[in-house]
Nanobody, 121 residues
Framework: QVQLVESGGGLVQPGGSLRLSCVAS????????MGWYRQTPGKQREMVAD???????NYADSVKGRFIISRDNAKKTVFLQMDSLKPEDTAVYYC???????????????WGQGTQVTVSS
């Protein structure tokens, strides 16, 4: 059973920083792309940032220059360093990973349970 478990959300003032972590646990063959998405009530989930197993990153325009995504393949963990946070960054942040559970099975999308990030004074 593959699980993605996020941590690091919370309340922060505008201009502050938070660091999110997501670890993939369970038994699986490989992890490809890992990333972070966010969602606010009444809106579609949007991609924030993702990173391939080779370290190639991709960011939403709204977070470029403020957020940094990284991963530790040995620890099966992806991080999101969020600096210069703005009230509009307030959302539930979800970890996502493309995982191949077995060598003979196709890759699938896996999601964490989400962690709340609130940016407010």
């Amino acid at each position: 059973q593959v699980q993605l478990v996020e941590s690091g959300g919370g309340l922060v003032q505008p201009g502050g920083s938070l660091r999110l972590s997501c670890v993939a646990s369970g038994s699986f063959y490989s992890i490809n792309r890992m990333g972070w998405y966010r969602q606010t009530p009444g809106k579609q989930r949007e991609m924030v940032a993702d990173v391939t197993s080779g370290g190639i990153t991709n960011y939403a325009d709204s977070v470029k220059g403020r957020f940094i995504i990284s991963r530790d393949n040995a620890k099966k963990t992806v991080f999101l360093q969020m600096d210069s946070l703005k009230p509009e960054d307030t959302a539930v942040y979800y970890c996502s990973a493309i995982i191949k559970p077995k060598l003979y099975l196709r890759e699938g999308d896996y999601w964490g349970q989400g962690t709340q990030v609130t940016v407010s004074s």
